[in-house]
């Protein structure tokens, strides 16, 4: 009795044993299975930070008068601003600058028909409502009316909202790339496993040529899978 039931015990042992080493060579043998996938996630956002730059000037040959006819120009400016929406701690004014036309090589040649000193003044917008300045920059008709000639003006546009789209954008790309590594494994004849290893590619912020105020965010994610 005492025979059998040791050998009861050592066949247990046995296929335990072989059992172990059957899981063991099959996860060697699986283990270069696996397949790899990328997943795309893509969003259009508007910008929601726009910094509006405008100069403007006089010209004269009496520098000491020049700075004096700027300021009227500069409030007609900060009027207009403001009757249209723009806020007073969204404006932001520069010191103004001079040039001496003298110093041009041919200003001897000019002198009689230009003025010999320019003096632009500058103000910057900075603004998040991104519309209210779009539409305002429509209207840039009534300060010609006003006497007010723009010398130079430009917009840039950002988005800063990107961390709050990450965790989103994360997650389709990592549900695009399953859907993908599943159809795979399915047509090869195999189970999808769990993954192996996963890479985030860096978030993309595209601009617009034709809609600079547009903005196309997207992010890649590239995952390993292994196949059963």
């Known amino acids: 009795m005492k025979n059998y039931v040791w050998a009861l ?31 795309l996630s893509e969003r259009e956002v508007m910008a929601d930070k726009v910094t509006w730059s405008l100069s403007y000037n006089v010209a004269g040959n009496a520098l000491e008068f020049l700075y004096e006819s700027l300021e009227p120009k500069q409030d007609k400016l900060i009027k207009f601003l403001k009757s249209n929406g723009v806020k007073e701690d969204e404006i932001f004014l520069d010191v103004p600058s001079a040039e001496d036309r003298s110093s041009w090589y041919n200003w001897n040649e000019k002198k009689d028909v230009m003025a010999r000193f320019v003096v632009t003044g500058r103000l910057t917008i900075v603004s998040s409502d991104v519309e209210k300045i779009m539409t305002l920059r429509m209207k840039q008709l009534d300060l010609l009316k006003q006497g007010v000639l723009l010398d130079n003006s430009y917009c840039s546009y950002e988005y ?57 965010v997207r992010v890649v994610t590239t995952i390993e899978y292994y196949l059963k």
């Open 9 to 39: 015990i050592l066949g247990i042992g046995v296929a335990l044993s072989g059992y172990f080493i059957y899981c063991g060579i099959e996860k060697i043998a699986n283990k270069d299975r696996h397949v790899t996938v990328k997943g």
């Open 160 to 216: 800063t909202g990107l961390n709050d789209l990450k965790p989103e954008m994360v997650e389709e790309a990592t549900k695009n790339a399953r859907i993908v590594a599943q159809k795979f494994a399915e047509d090869a004849g195999a189970k999808l496993g769990s993954i192996c290893t996963a890479r985030q590619g860096q978030f993309e912020i595209e601009s617009d040529e034709v809609m600079p105020h547009k903005r196309k």
